[in-house]
């Protein structure tokens, strides 16, 4: 019976992707909205609704009040599932986007809406070309776009938390721009890494107090992540 559930509820995700995929595309071109906008209003009011009540789950927030919606941040979170991204984008009261593997952008509709969204390509498999993505990360937060990084660089497999990798923290070293630290609990029980079976649920987003690299001025970047990780794992077990 689940697999006659599963198979409808992907086929309704991926129809609406498309959609809301093209859609993206075609505002992004005809509007003088600003890419992230468009973006942060489809991914909030029109794709994540849809896909979180086909799929049965609800997301709780706790812990906006720590978000200054007036400043840009960088935000990290643990990576428990691909529902963490329509989770984000329904809760958190600031239009988002995503660093992402570059692999995503040949993914057909989803990557052309990320590409016309202004998502941030990394090439992970190239130092140089990485370096490069960060910086032009850390000139367009400044110019006013809220960016997502899982630093874990990856969907948890095991359920616990994995070692935070450096990028977010460079970022925030070299820009002085402040992480948002937040937990991620309860996504993988409704569909874990490598599987299709959709189930029910909740996830509970916690978000943290703002993290400025200036505290940590003397320290290394893997002392700084260390430290964010640990807000984390604190925050994801106060549900």
Known sequence: MWAVINFFQILIIFIWTAVCGVLTVIL??????KYYQISGFIGRNIWSPVLLFVSGIRVKISGKENIDTSKTYIYVANHESLYDIPALFNKLPVYISFLAKKELKKVPFMGWAMTASGYI?????????????????GEEIKNGKNAII????????????????????????????????????GARECLASGSYKIRPGKIQINIGTPVSPNNFKGKTVEEFANAVREVCLTLRENN
């Open 150 to 185: 899982f630093p874990e660089g990856t969907r948890t497999k095991t359920g616990k938390m994995g070692v935070f990798k450096r990028g977010a923290f460079m970022l925030s070293q070299e820009t002085g721009i402040e992480i948002i630290p937040m937990s991620i609990k």
């Open 121 to 137: 390509y990394i090439d992970r498999s190239n130092r140089e070309k990485a370096k490069e993505s960060l910086q032009k990360a």
């Open 28 to 33: 992004s071109a005809l509007t003088f909205f």
